[in-house]
């Protein structure tokens, strides 16, 4: 029997009088992208927060290849996290910025092999060309590129990513979309990420996880896509209701 890549059990998380997450219940096949969408406040970052261990459950577990998320090896998790906390003055190049996702530390001297590895990376996200340039220059799509080359750059077999398409045109969401179904598919690495972009959830995720705190429903797009349930859960159907929430999640 194949274990979940990731999988919750009537987790809930509560901050003071609130209630970010209640009874949350899934099971993630290894090998799937799963996209995570829901209103602004439903408790996707949260849940996310949860997997990577930087969250503890007030009740219910989650198991991540399983074992606990505190006991997963570094280097098979890749991470976008939603707020960067990164100074974008700091007189540094996004080959280094890549070259942390390796090291987990600022690279001062960059080796051959390092950078080999990074600069493949940024090749994969389309990257590459800004590989020298001052994180400083980099452009809100430019970074986002860099940050997702940053994620793969171990080769991950779980990627969890807090929108990383914003900051991005349409046309760049679209080929990240791309770059993380070709990335899925050559690894077998199972994906997990928050969008707001639900027609890039609809034509290359194979789950959708639909959230308002509690779990609204888990399962094959075209299924949990079905308008009764965007009723519910956003007040109304369509395409507007999963593409135009607000860029932060509570």
Do not use: C
């Amino acid at each position: 029997m194949n274990v979940p890549a990731v999988e919750a059990e009537r987790v809930s998380v509560r901050f003071g009088d609130h209630d970010a997450l209640r009874g949350v219940s899934f099971a993630v096949p290894e090998g799937a992208f799963v996209a995570l969408i829901g209103p602004n406040g439903a408790g996707k970052t949260t849940l996310l927060n949860v997997v990577l261990g930087l969250q503890r459950a007030d009740r219910g577990t989650v198991r991540v290849f399983g074992h606990a998320p505190h006991a997963l090896s570094a280097d098979a998790l890749g991470y976008i996290p939603q707020v960067k906390t990164l100074d974008r003055t700091f007189p540094g190049r996004a080959l280094e910025l890549v070259v942390t996702g390796i090291r987990r530390a600022w690279p001062w001297r960059v080796s051959a092999a390092e950078r080999d590895a990074a600069l493949a990376a940024m090749q994969r996200t389309g990257a590459a060309r800004v590989a020298d340039r001052a994180i400083a220059k980099l452009s809100g799509g430019e970074l986002q590129r860099v940050y997702l080359a940053r994620a793969l750059v171990r080769s991950p077999k779980l990627l969890v990513l807090d929108e990383p398409g914003a900051g991005m045109d349409i046309a760049g969401e679209a080929e990240m979309h791309h770059i993380l179904e070709d990335y899925r598919r050559a690894r077998g690495a199972t994906v997990l990420m928050i969008t707001h972009d639900w027609e890039g959830a609809r034509a290359h995720a194979t789950h959708v996880l639909l959230m308002d705190r509690g779990l609204a429903a888990f399962g094959a797009p075209a299924e949990v896509a079905r308008e009764e349930r965007l009723l519910q859960v956003f007040g109304y159907a369509g395409h507007k209701a999963a593409t135009h929430g607000g860029p932060h999640d509570g």
